[in-house]
């Protein structure tokens, strides 16, 4: 047994045990409010809107006083209004707007639905909070009974952008995962792969042939990545290496850290690839922050960061506060922590350590225990759809591929959705990328009546405006070589789960070409 191994996961237990001290959800998300907006009061912002006076409410107000002036001072900002209003500020080199110091990190972000790049401030603080934050995911691991010690000991492959970043005015941007991995501690570098020279490479063909190259001469015992870049790296590596699975080359591979999007969908592919079962762990990263991750076996959901430079707020993602676009709806309600209820669908808000104030990230979460504060993700304010009132959720979708895939034994490794015109009514037509044989017509009957059973308001409208359901079958390549087109290969860049408004006619247009 690795003396190495069993100090660190004896280490872990112990450390877990301290933790398990129950804190009040809403006692963690004031105390980060008055961090936050105590180390904020000082910028312009913090000055516009009061935070003095929301740090006094926040240390010596009643009960939820902190809230309703929080609510009342500071405006719900998307990010065209974060970044007129404050954001092309900071990116411009000027200090203290709404984080204080000058931020030297930006985060580039164009999502899934829009094509315009975002610039999301990455402060000190927030590298320190994340860097923390996945420590703690890592202490969590001393809770799966079923992980050896010598795990511990093994390297870690963290698949995403480069780290050779941008300099650019005096900054420098790139992906999230690329600044978060120039920035790995130094006692992590003797575990981490696929080390500097290769995180470096900025072309994506190539950084997977050199990680193919070496994968032999490492001994990987956690993956981290999202789904669809893991999958086909390691298909690669089979294929090169001329194996059957993943496990000849890293027999001690036990644990994929996956996020992003829902796993689901990948997995009966995925495990394809394995001789033997590993343990799966789920987190939520994105571009504006660590929000959760999973802290224990089985867990239906993962947990949010209530600690940790993060302040949250819930929007019900009702017709109320939303448009059928999916747009907010003025003087939206919102809810703290204690107010959420389970099974409800929620937009969520963040206030970070990066300076994101009342921002609206465009995801949209259920919460699965609110005791526990855990939630799922269940997709994006912008990524349903509701022509006629069938309000169906990527959630939806990802269940329907994954009960279908597993109906027919096949592998769904993409897909996407568009609402159309039928006559006068409505339709859907859904691209489906798999690589095995289908019949177009069955998967159509199929994927149809999963919905029927999983949504209400779509077997209601399958009987009324919602005439169509049309179904392409494409290979997964398809899928893979529009978004080379649109230079968002590899990192934490995903394939929309829905196309609306322009990107359905660039995807017809694709199409058209590749035919």
């Known amino acids: 047994m690795a003396l190495l191994g069993s100090m ?21 998300q004031r105390k980060a409010f008055r961090k936050l907006v105590g180390k904020a009061r000082f910028t312009e912002f913090g000055r516009t809107y009061h935070f003095e006076e929301l740090l006094s409410a926040a240390e010596f107000g009643k009960n939820r006083e902190f809230y309703e002036k929080f609510r009342q001072y500071v405006p719900i900002h998307d990010y065209n209004r974060m970044f007129e209003g404050w954001w092309n500020r900071t990116l411009a080199g000027e200090r203290d707007i709404s984080w204080p110091g000058r931020v030297k990190y930006f985060a580039l972000s164009s999502g899934t639905s829009e094509a315009a790049t975002k610039y999301i401030p990455v402060t ?60 790995i501690p130094v006692w992590f570098e003797r575990f981490y792969k696929p080390g500097k020279n290769i995180a470096q490479e900025r072309d994506w063909s190539v950084k997977l042939a050199e990680i193919t190259e070496q994968a032999a001469n490492w001994d990987i015992g956690y993956v ?53 079962p590993i343990t799966y762990i789920e987190t939520y990263l994105a571009s504006e922050g660590f929000i959760a991750f999973q802290t224990h076996p089985n867990a239906e959901g993962m947990q949010l960061v209530l600690n940790n430079g993060l302040f949250f707020e819930f929007i019900p993602f009702t017709e109320q506060n939303f448009s059928a676009d999916g747009d907010l709806a003025e003087n939206p309600q919102t809810l703290m922590i204690d107010d959420v209820e389970e099974g409800k669908e929620y937009a969520l808000i963040l206030s970070t350590c990066s300076g994101a104030w009342r921002y609206l990230i465009g995801d949209t979460i259920r919460f699965v225990s609110k005791s526990r504060s855990e939630i799922v993700i269940t997709g994006r304010t912008k990524h349903f759809l509701s022509l006629c009132g069938e309000h169906l959720s990527v959630d939806n979708m990802n269940k329907a591929i994954e009960m279908v895939s597993d109906d027919l034994g096949i592998s769904i490794r ?102």
């Not at 059957?244 to 997995?267: A, Q």
Request: charged content about 25%.
């Open 414 to 515: 993409e897909f996407t959705v568009a609402g159309v015109a039928h006559d006068t009514l409505f339709a859907h037509h859904w691209y489906v990328g798999t690589d095995d044989v289908v019949d177009a017509d069955d998967l159509r009957n199929r994927i149809d009546a999963r919905l029927v059973q999983l949504n209400d308001d779509y077997a209601v409208e399958r009987k009324h405006a919602l005439k169509e359901i049309t179904v392409t079958a494409l290979p997964t390549a398809t899928f893979y070589k529009w978004m080379e087109s649109k230079g968002k290969m590899g990192g934490q860049h995903k394939f929309p789960r829905v196309l609306k408004k322009g990107l359905i006619a660039e995807w017809d247009a694709f199409l058209a070409k590749t035919d």
């Open 224 to 276: 981290v990545g999202v789904p669809a870049w893991i999958q086909l790296l390691l298909e690669k590596i089979i294929a090169h290496y001329k194996v059957k699975t993943i496990h000849d080359i890293w027999p001690n591979l036990m644990v994929f850290c996956h996020g992003g999007v829902s796993f689901e969908p990948y997995r009966q592919g995925f495990e394809k690839l394995l001789a033997h």
């Open 8 to 28: 660190l996961k004896n280490g872990i237990r112990l450390t877990n045990a301290v933790r398990l001290r129950k804190v009040s959800p809403l006692r963690q």
């Open 124 to 183: 000190k603080a927030m590298s320190r909070a994340i860097q923390r934050t996945g420590v703690r995911q890592i202490l969590t691991l001393g809770r799966y009974q079923s992980l050896p010690p010598q795990l511990y000991e093994k390297g870690c492959l963290m698949l995403g952008g480069s780290t050779d970043l941008n300099l650019r005015q005096g900054h420098y941007e790139g992906d999230l995962s690329g600044i978060t991995a120039s920035r």
